[in-house]
């Protein structure tokens, strides 16, 4: 087995990232110590279907995976979170533990959002993560279970080339696949048999906490996780894709201050001062975006659980993520840090998947997307953003005209850069390099 130094090295070697978010540096987040690492099995998102399927086909390589992340870490026990309705990956998972008792599957409730980091490592340890905070702040560790295969192949030798991504919504034949970092998202849709819908709204990401793509020649990155193919007119479709001024106008002329968008709020049932009700009411009074008084929203986690609950159909969560877009682009800092309690009703307020599907109008596309193995598929292009995770852009380390193959370093970041390297997906010769690094296939 590799010695515990050594891990975090293998993986920083890789290029791995979180592929269930942002793409922190999975090397960053192993060189920290925890009490306990939860593998993060809830697959949040509804519909989504890579993390069920490869805790299906994959358990083994992904409890390897686990347990040099448990070295790394020193943690004494892993526990991995899984929803109760995936009852096929409970048991590949519970197959595959270690003997001796210091790993665990725990069943979670089938509510969103169960796999956000706070609610989670609150279900799995109670322990409330701060205001603002880490999951190491409690003695926890939580990685992504796609993350967890990468850690495990990082310590073979193996980079980040490719990423599993589901396609569902208004296409032939839904699936979950693993593809080439740097193909096009049309690529990927055509694997599914192609849009059904002219000009589909495609969600990368999800309903809830995805976004709307701004075109299908965009490249697929480490963090792809879905494509949700929608017609223009469908309900998801226009939530999204309404401008900000008009949601805005529409809460703040509208909202009755119910505050039910606060009560379901994930991270205000842990005690965090986020109150997007209150924030409606300020946006309302003409408050600048300066004001402390909205300072709640750098809480906000995005996942847009209070826009479901609204009994008027408003948009509370996309006014908190806007009312946080704007305290940032001001250059203010989230003043909340506090250790909190949570809410004695939380337990009362969740919001059961299935009911939230059906609420999105989602409920026909909810179907099985199997993880399919490409036969003779042929891609001919990549383009490989330099920044495809948290912190700064890789540089390249390649040029015009050179030659690489599969697992190639195309693109480096220097010692004590927050960053990650990226590797060729494909062999060929580099075409192009920019903002991102382009190779034709030979």
């Known amino acids: 087995m590799v010695q515990a130094a050594e891990v975090a090295e293998k993986v920083r070697q890789a290029g791995v990232v979180g592929a269930g978010g942002a ?17 993060n099995g809830a697959e949040c998102e509804p519909l989504v279907h890579v993390d069920q399927e490869l805790m299906i086909a994959q358990a083994p390589e992904l409890m390897r995976g686990l347990e040099a992340t448990v070295q790394a870490a020193g943690a004494g026990r892993a526990v991995i979170g899984i929803k109760q309705r995936y009852t096929k990956a ?37 322990r409330v993560i701060p205001e603002g ?32 991504i589901t396609v569902q919504g208004e296409v032939p034949h839904p699936l979950t696949v693993r593809v080439p970092v740097g193909i096009t998202m049309r690529e990927v849709i055509d694997l599914a048999g192609g849009s059904k819908v002219p000009d589909p709204v495609v969600m990368v990401g999800g309903a809830m906490t995805g976004s709307v793509a701004g075109s299908l020649d965009d490249p697929v990155t480490k963090t792809t996780k879905m494509l949700l193919v929608l017609p223009r007119d469908h309900y998801v479709s226009n939530l999204r894709l309404q401008a900000k001024t008009q949601f ?13 968008c606060t009560d379901f709020c994930p991270r205000h049932a842990l005690g965090h001062a986020i109150e997007p009700h209150k924030l409606i009411l300020m946006l309302g009074a003409g408050l600048p975006v300066t004001d402390p008084q909205l300072a709640g929203a750098f809480l906000c986690c995005e996942c847009r659980t209070c826009n479901y609950i609204c009994p008027v159909h408003l948009k509370p969560g996309n006014i908190a993520i806007s009312v946080k877009r704007d ?12 250790e909190t309690e ?18 999105l109008q989602l409920s026909r596309y909810d179907l099985p997307a199997p993880l399919t193995e490409l036969a003779g598929a042929n891609f001919r292009r990549v383009r490989l953003p330099l920044k495809q995770h948290v912190g700064a852009p890789a540089t390249p380390t390649v040029k015009a005209g050179d030659r690489v ?20 997906s494909i062999a060929g010769a580099v075409v192009e390099v920019s903002g991102a690094v382009v190779i034709d296939a030979s």
Do not use: W
């Open 23 to 39: 793409g922190f540096p999975t090397h960053l987040k192993l060189a920290n110590r925890a009490e306990v690492v939860i593998a």
């Open 90 to 126: 409970i048991a590949a998972v519970s197959a595959a533990l270690p003997p001796g008792g210091a790993y665990e599957v725990q069943e979670l409730g089938n509510f969103y959002p169960a796999g956000d980091e706070f609610v989670l490592v609150y279900d799995v340890l109670g």
């Open 133 to 164: 905070g880490l999951p190491l702040q409690v003695g926890a560790m939580v990685q992504n279970i796609e993350t967890l295969i990468n850690i495990a192949h990082a310590l073979d030798g193996v980079p980040v080339t490719h990423k599993y």
């Open 248 to 260: 805005v106008r529409q809460a703040t002329s509208s909202c009755d201050q119910c505050f039910m």
């Open 327 to 338: 305290l940032q682009k001001a250059g203010l800092k989230n003043p909340y840090h506090r």
């Open 342 to 359: 949570p809410d004695p009703y939380r337990d009362l307020r969740r919001v059961p998947i299935l009911r939230l599907i059906a609420r």
């Open 405 to 424: 193959q599969v697992g190639d370093v195309v693109a480096d970041v220097a010692e004590g850069v927050m960053g990650a390297r990226v590797h060729a």
